[in-house]
C-alpha cells in the first residue's frame, strides 16, 4: 500500500470512528463512553474495509447483502423440533435429525431374551455467543441421515426464549446455567443411550459446566467429546488482535458500556441497523482469517450475530471473564476427544485449545492454518473429517460410512 494510500485509510477509519462518537453524542455520557469503545474496536477493521468503501456505492452493497439474504442456502437445514425447559423455566429449542434407515424403514426384529436394542449414539451441538444452531449448517449437511444429531439453541439465542431468571429476576447469567441448561436438552432429546457431546466457543465452555455439575452423565453416557474454538478459562486476558493501550481501555469500559447499551436497547438497534457497514467489517474480522470466503457465508454469519438483541450481548458478556471450569476438564480423560481451533482466532486463541490439549494428553489436537474463530464456517471440510474421525473412533458410526459432500466456503465456490 503507498503511503498516500495508508493515508488515506487512517483518514477514513478515523472519520468512521468519530462518526459513531459523535451520533452516540446525544445520548447519556455512559452511552458516549459506548462511541469510544465501539471506535476503538472498529478502528483495525475499518481500516481493512475503508477503501472498499471508498470505491463501492452503498446502494450497491445494500443490494447485494439483500441478494444475498434472499438467494443464501446456509441455515436452511431444519429438523424435528422439540422443547425443553429450564429449571428457571426457560423454554429451549432443539431439533433432531434421525438417522436414515437404508432402503425404506427398518425390518422388525426380534427381541433376544427380552433385552431392547441399544439406542443409538446421538451427537448433541451446541453452538457459541451470539449465534445460533444454523452455525452448523456445513456440519449438519454432512452428518444428515447418517449419525443422530440434535442441534439446539442457547437460551435468549435463536429460537429459544429469552432468558427467564435474567429478564424478570436481574439474576447475573453464568456458564454454570449454560450447563444446566444443556442437562435439561438432554434430559428432552437423548433420555437414553451414548452421546457424543461437540461444542464451540461458548458451546464448549457450556460442555465444561454440564461436566462439572454432572460427572456421572459425563462418566456414564458420554462417549466422545468436539472442543472447538473454546476455552477453559483465563479469557479476561484475550486481547482481541488490539495494541496494548486498546485492550486495556476496552477492559476497563466495555462491560459498562455494554450495560448501558442493553438499557437503551431499541435505540441501539436502531443505531446498529445504521451502522451496519461499519459493524460487517468488525464480524468479518473477529470470525475470519481467509481472504476467499463465500460472501454468502460472511452474510450469513452477519445475520446471526445482527440477530442478537443487544441487551442479550451485554447479559453474557460479564460470564465470559468469570469462566474457568479447568478442573472439569478431567471428567473428559478416558475417551476420545477432540480438540480444534483456527490458528488466527482473535475471540479465543488457539493457545487456549493448546492448553486444553495439555490438560487432555490423549486429545487430538487440530490447528487450522488461516482461519479464524468461525472454522467450522470457513473451513468446513477440516471439521467435518475430523468429526468424522471422532465419531468413527467412539463407535457412533461404521468404519466404513461415508458423509454427503459438505461444500466449500471459497469464493469461487458455488454455494450449496
Not at 4 to 17: I, P, R
Not at 200 to 228: K, N, Q, W
Not at 330 to 348: K, S
Request: overall charge negative.
Amino acid at each position: 500500500m503507498s503511503e498516500s494510500s495508508a493515508e488515506a485509510v487512517t483518514n477514513v477509519a478515523a472519520a468512521a470512528v468519530a462518526s459513531a462518537a459523535g451520533a452516540a453524542g446525544s445520548w447519556r455520557r455512559a452511552t458516549g463512553i459506548a462511541g469510544a469503545a465501539i471506535g476503538v474496536l472498529a478502528a483495525g477493521a475499518a481500516a481493512g474495509v475503508a477503501i472498499e468503501r471508498m470505491t463501492v456505492g452503498r446502494d450497491i452493497r445494500r443490494k447485494a447483502r439483500l441478494a444475498l439474504d434472499s438467494t443464501g442456502p446456509y441455515g436452511t437445514l431444519r429438523g424435528t423440533p422439540g422443547k425443553a425447559e429450564a429449571d428457571d423455566g426457560t423454554e429451549l429449542y432443539y431439533e433432531v435429525d434421525d438417522v436414515e434407515p437404508e432402503g425404506g424403514p427398518a425390518p422388525r426384529r426380534r427381541r433376544l431374551f427380552g433385552r431392547k436394542a441399544p439406542a443409538p449414539v446421538t451427537v448433541v451441538f451446541s453452538h457459541g455467543y451470539c449465534l445460533n444452531q444454523d452455525s452448523w449448517h456445513f456440519q449438519r449437511a454432512a452428518l444428515r441421515g447418517v449419525v443422530r444429531t440434535v442441534y439446539w439453541d442457547q437460551r435468549s439465542h435463536g429460537r429459544s426464549g429469552r432468558g427467564v431468571a435474567q429478564l424478570q429476576d436481574d439474576v447475573p447469567l453464568t456458564i454454570d446455567q449454560l450447563g444446566r441448561d444443556l442437562k435439561a436438552v438432554l434430559d428432552a432429546a437423548v433420555p437414553e443411550g451414548p452421546i457424543v457431546l461437540v461444542g464451540h466457543s461458548m458451546g464448549g465452555m457450556t460442555m465444561m459446566a454440564l461436566a462439572a455439575h454432572y460427572p456421572e452423565l459425563i462418566r456414564d453416557r458420554v462417549v466422545a467429546t468436539a472442543f472447538v474454538g473454546t476455552s477453559s478459562g483465563r479469557l479476561g486476558e484475550v486481547n482481541f488482535g488490539l495494541p496494548l493501550a486498546g485492550v486495556n481501555a476496552v477492559r476497563r469500559v466495555l462491560p459498562g458500556v455494554l450495560k448501558a447499551l442493553g438499557q437503551q436497547a431499541a435505540l441501539v438497534e436502531k443505531g446498529r441497523r445504521a451502522t451496519a457497514e461499519l459493524f460487517a467489517g468488525i464480524i468479518k474480522r473477529y470470525s475470519f482469517a481467509s481472504r476467499d470466503v463465500d460472501p454468502a457465508v460472511e452474510r450469513f454469519a452477519e445475520r446471526m450475530i445482527e440477530s442478537t438483541p443487544i441487551d442479550v450481548v451485554a447479559e453474557f458478556y460479564p460470564a465470559f471473564t468469570d469462566h474457568d471450569k479447568t478442573e472439569a476438564l478431567t471428567f473428559f480423560e478416558d475417551m476420545p476427544v477432540l480438540v480444534l481451533a483456527g490458528v488466527q482466532d482473535l475471540v479465543t486463541p488457539s493457545e487456549h485449545s493448546e492448553a486444553i490439549a495439555d490438560l487432555l494428553p490423549d486429545a487430538e489436537l487440530v490447528l487450522v492454518p488461516d482461519a479464524g474463530h468461525l472454522v467450522m464456517l470457513e473451513h468446513p471440510e477440516v471439521v467435518t473429517d475430523r468429526l468424522a474421525d471422532l465419531l468413527t473412533r467412539a463407535g457412533a458410526v461404521p468404519a466404513g460410512a461415508t458423509v454427503s459432500g459438505y461444500g466449500s466456503t471459497s469464493s469461487a465456490a458455488r454455494p450449496g
